[in-house]
């Protein structure tokens, strides 16, 4: 099974930034694409933005043009860049990832522990 680690939350004022990574383990499995998700306190889990294997980048219309995902080079990284930060953006943020595994090609759906990115007015 694939396990993610995620890191670079932190509290930030409004206009500034902050980079989330996680990384992915595990070995026999294969990953399509990664993204992140947040939930806010009292709302459900949303997607913000994904990328597949391929390069193709997916945005949320509330943080399209100030976040910016994108993969490492071994291809078990994923990177969410957050510029202008809002108090809005407030969160949990969740790195996820799809994918197949083992000999029979099993479709999976992983999870990170969840990073707090608080923004302040």
């Known amino acids: 099974q694939v396990q993610l680690v995620e890191s670079g939350g932190g509290s930030v004022q409004a206009g500034g930034s902050l980079r989330l990574s996680c990384a992915a383990s595990g070995s026999g499995s294969r990953i399509n694409a990664m993204g992140w998700y947040r939930q806010a306190p009292g709302k459900q889990r949303e997607l913000v933005a994904s990328i597949t294997s391929g390069g193709s980048a997916n945005y949320t219309e509330a943080v399209k043009g100030r976040f910016i995902i994108s993969r490492g080079n071994a291809k078990n990284t994923v990177y969410l860049q957050m510029n202008s930060l809002k108090p809005e953006d407030t969160a949990v943020y969740y790195c996820?990832?799809?994918?197949?595994?083992?000999?029979?090609?099993?479709?999976?759906?992983?999870w990170g522990q969840g990073t707090q990115v608080t923004v302040s007015s």
């Open positions: 996820n990832a799809e994918g197949t595994t083992g000999t029979f090609y099993s479709r999976y759906t992983a």
